[in-house]
T-cell receptor, first 110, second 110 residues
């Protein structure tokens, strides 16, 4: 059975700090790993990772996938209060169904 | 939210009542999904559809039925609501390997 564990479950930091969110998995035969940000309503897409070791970057956010050690991390530098959200990782299996992790709730204190 | 509309946004039911959630898309996508989101559980797939007239079970299908009579619409039904079905329900469609979500429907079963 596929298993996706995100850590920490919850994180509170001060504005300006750097955070690293982890997505560990026991999932076979997936096509891609995706990261989503969920604020008050629906999740919004951040990154899609398909290859091991290649960093994806968007502004202050970056992510990388390690298929050997079976994890992905999402880094956020110089955090802002607008980064407060639940961050979800998910696995795509080619038929475009996604299996989601439990999420990390990030709170940024001004 | 990429042309995905869910109705209603909020609903309170009594145990044993029935109801239907409607998901409508204006993107002409084949794949549509219903997820539920509960605290600490992430997003779990209830049912999905790969095209008009087709439906399939996801991870947690029990207690729900679905129909896709028209390509644009995907309906999720609860025949006899139970308190365990209290949740936030998200409809989603796919595009380029990622999911686009509706804004969610919060259902409370008393």
């Amino acid at each position: 059975e596929d298993k996706v564990v995100q850590s920490p479950l919850s994180l509170v930091v001060h504005e300006g700090d750097t955070v690293t969110l982890n997505c560990s998995y026991e999932v076979t035969n997936f096509r891609s790993l995706l990261w989503y940000k969920q604020e008050k309503k629906a999740p919004t897409f951040l990154f899609m990772l398909t290859s091991s070791g290649i960093e994806k970057k968007s502004g202050r956010l970056s992510s990388i996938l390690d298929k050997k050690e079976l994890f992905s991390i999402l880094n956020i530098t110089a955090t802002q209060t607008g980064d407060s959200a639940i961050y979800l990782c998910a696995f795509s299996f080619g038929n475009e169904k996604l299996t989601f992790g439990t999420g990390t709730r990030l709170t940024i204190i001004p | 939210n990429a042309g995905v509309t869910q109705t209603p946004k909020f609903r309170v039911l009594k145990t044993g009542q029935s109801m239907t959630l409607l998901c409508a898309q204006d993107m002409n996508h084949e794949y549509m999904y219903w997820y539920r989101q509960d605290p600490g559980m992430g997003l779990r797939l209830i049912h999905y559809s790969v095209g008009e007239g087709t439906t399939a079970k996801g991870e947690v299908p029990d207690g729900y039925n679905v129909s896709r009579l028209k390509k644009q619409n995907f309906l999720l039904g609860l025949e006899s609501a139970a308190p365990s079905q209290t949740s936030v329900y998200f409809c989603a469609i796919t595009g380029a390997g990622e999911l686009f979500f509706g804004e969610g429907s919060r259902l409370t079963v008393l």
